[in-house]
C-alpha cells in the first residue's frame, strides 16, 4: 500500500460521525415501524373490505348483503366505496415491491407489473373514493372537498408516474412515485394523527357529536399536506447532502427522534391494542 494510499485511508474507513449514526438508526427505526403499521392497516382494510368490522362497514353493506338500493346515487357510493377500500388494500400492501432497490435491479419485471398494477389500483381507489363523495358524501361537507382534493391528487401523481415511466424519464417518474406513495399514507397516517393529538394533546380542538372543532378542520389537511411537503424536499435533495447549519443539526435530530416516538405510540394504541381503531378487529382475528 503506497503512502499516499494509507493517508486516504481513515477518511475513507473512519468510524462514521455519531450525528450520523443517530439519523441511520432513527431512519431504520421509522422505515420498520411504517412497514409494520402499515401491513396491520393493510389487514385491517381487507376486514372492513369482506365485512369482517360490521362497525365500519356501513358504508357498502347494502351492496353487499344485497340489500335494495332505490335510487342511482345509492348504486354508485356502494360500489365507489367497495373498489376504493379494495384498491386501497393494493396501495397499502404492494408499496414495498416498488420501492426494492433490489427488485427493481435485478427483477425489472416484476417491478413493471407491480408499478401497473399499482398506478391502477390508484386511480380506481381515487375513482371510488370520489364516486362515494359524489353519491353520498362524506361525514361533513369539509371532508367532502377535503377528500375530493386528495383523491384527485392521488389519481394525478399515479398518472404522471406512468406517463414518464412509459417516456423512460425515470427521474421524474420516480419523483411522482414518492408523491403518489406520500399521499397513500394518508389514510393511515389520518387515524393515527388523531389518535395521537386525543392522547398525546388531550383533544384540544377536537367536537363532540355532530360538531367540528379546529383540529377536526385541521386534520382534514394535516394528513395528507404535509407529507407532500417532505415528499417534495426529499425529491429535490435526493443526491445532494444535507447541508444544515451547526446550530440546528441537534435540535432537528431531537425533533426527528420526538416525531419517532410519536409515530411509534400511535402505532401501537391504533394498531394492537382493545381500544385501537384497528387493534379492535385485529386482535379479534388473532385470538380466534
Not at 103 to 130: D, K, N
Amino acid at each position: 500500500m503506497s503512502k499516499q494510499q494509507k493517508a486516504r485511508l481513515p477518511a475513507a474507513t473512519g468510524a462514521p460521525v455519531f450525528e450520523d449514526v443517530v439519523i441511520h438508526w432513527l431512519g431504520r427505526f421509522l422505515r420498520l415501524a411504517t412497514w409494520l403499521g402499515l401491513a396491520g392497516f393493510g389487514l385491517y382494510i381487507a376486514l372492513r373490505a369482506t365485512g369482517r368490522t360490521p362497525a365500519n362497514f356501513s358504508q357498502w353493506r347494502a351492496l353487499i348483503e344485497r340489500l335494495p338500493m332505490h335510487t342511482a346515487s345509492e348504486w354508485i357510493a356502494n360500489i365507489g366505496i367497495g373498489v376504493h377500500f379494495l384498491a386501497g388494500m393494493i396501495l397499502v400492501l404492494a408499496w414495498p415491491i416498488l420501492f426494492s432497490a433490489r427488485i427493481r435491479a435485478e427483477h425489472r419485471l416484476v417491478h413493471r407489473w407491480t408499478g401497473r398494477v399499482y398506478v391502477s389500483a390508484a386511480l380506481l381507489a381515487g375513482g371510488g373514493g370520489l364516486s362515494f363523495i359524489l353519491g353520498h358524501g362524506a361525514y361533513v361537507p369539509a371532508a367532502s372537498v377535503a377528500f375530493g382534493i386528495w383523491g384527485a391528487l392521488m389519481m394525478s401523481s399515479a398518472v404522471m408516474a406512468f406517463v414518464h415511466a412509459r417516456a423512460r424519464r425515470f427521474s421524474q417518474h420516480r419523483a411522482w412515485a414518492i408523491r403518489l406513495f406520500a399521499l397513500v399514507l394518508g389514510s393511515w397516517l389520518f387515524d393515527l394523527e388523531f389518535r395521537a393529538w386525543k392522547d398525546l394533546a388531550g383533544g384540544v380542538g377536537i367536537g363532540s357529536g355532530d360538531t367540528m372543532g379546529p383540529f377536526d378542520h385541521a386534520i382534514l389537511y394535516l394528513f395528507f399536506v404535509p407529507n407532500l411537503l417532505v415528499a417534495e424536499c426529499c425529491i429535490r435533495n435526493l443526491h445532494r447532502p444535507s447541508r444544515w447549519p451547526a446550530a440546528f443539526r441537534w435540535p432537528a435530530r431531537l425533533l426527528l427522534a420526538a416525531a419517532a416516538l410519536v409515530f411509534a405510540y400511535a402505532i401501537i394504541v391504533v394498531s394492537a391494542t382493545q381500544g385501537g381503531k384497528y387493534g379492535k378487529h385485529l386482535l379479534s382475528l388473532f385470538a380466534g
